[in-house]
């Protein structure tokens, strides 16, 4: 019955280094977002709402739940590896053999993100 992934929910500890982490380094783009009644954001991979982000909650102590991380179909390696270089963005990048490249990094709020990228792209 499930057809496809919809979003992911994350707290944010700090909004604007969140929403510039999410749109500078990562690529997403802040959309349209409904009155709901607390504050937040959606963040757009295209025309689809991909993250929703909320603001002025706190953490729990210690953090719920038991997603490990959050991974997104990334394209532009070397693009998005000069990025997280020209800003000093620590991040760990692998390449599986006869795999994907991956580059792991964790967002401001220490939220754990995964980009994968085509195995045929290069870093040259």
Same mark, same amino acid.
């Given at each position: #019955?499930?057809?496809? #992934?919809?979003?992911? =929910?994350?707290?944010?500890?700090?909004?604007? =280094?969140?929403?510039?982490?999410?749109?500078? #380094?990562?690529?997403?783009?802040?959309?349209?977002?409904?009155?709901?009644?607390?504050?937040?954001?959606?963040?757009?991979?295209?025309? =689809?709402?991909?993250?929703?982000?909320?603001?002025?909650?706190?953490?729990?102590?210690?953090?719920?739940?038991?997603?490990?991380? #959050?991974?997104?179909?990334?394209?532009? @390696?070397?693009?998005?590896?000069?990025?997280?270089?020209?800003?000093?963005?620590?991040?760990?990048?692998?390449?599986?053999?006869?795999?994907?490249?991956?580059?792991?990094?964790?967002?401001?709020?220490?939220?754990?993100?995964?980009?994968?990228?085509?195995? @045929?792209?290069?870093?040259?």
């Amino acid at each position: #019955m499930i057809v496809g #992934m919809n979003h992911f =929910t994350a707290i944010a500890k700090d909004p604007k =280094t969140t929403l510039d982490f999410y749109e500078h #380094m990562i690529g997403l783009k802040v959309g349209p977002r409904p009155d709901l009644g607390f504050p937040g954001a959606w963040l757009y991979a295209g025309d =689809t709402a991909v993250l929703h982000l909320y603001f002025e909650r706190p953490i729990p102590n210690p953090p719920a739940g038991v997603i490990d991380h #959050m991974a997104f179909t990334a394209k532009d @390696l070397k693009a998005v590896k000069s990025v997280f270089d020209d800003a000093g963005y620590p991040y760990k990048l692998q390449h599986r053999p006869n795999g994907p490249w991956q580059l792991f990094c964790q967002d401001p709020s220490g939220a754990k993100i995964e980009l994968n990228f085509s195995p @045929l792209e290069s870093l040259e």
